[in-house]
């Protein structure tokens, strides 16, 4: 299972293959792929532990 966000109002959803049209908006969206998309300021648990 892969994870999509809409590149137009954000709406995630959780599917293999994203649909041509986005059912929050309704329009035909770009679905950008955010599978493993980690934030910004994710500190890895390693690096937590100072090692
Ligand atoms: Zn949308």
Do not use: A, H
Request: glycine content about 4%; overall charge negative; hydrophobic content about 20%.
């Amino acid at each position: 299972m892969n994870k999509w966000k809409c590149d137009n109002c954000g709406y995630e959803l959780d599917v293999n293959e994203p649909p041509e049209k986005c059912p929050s908006c309704d329009k035909t969206c770009e679905f950008r792929e955010i599978t493993n998309y980690v934030p910004k300021d994710f500190i890895p648990e390693d690096e937590q532990n100072g090692k």
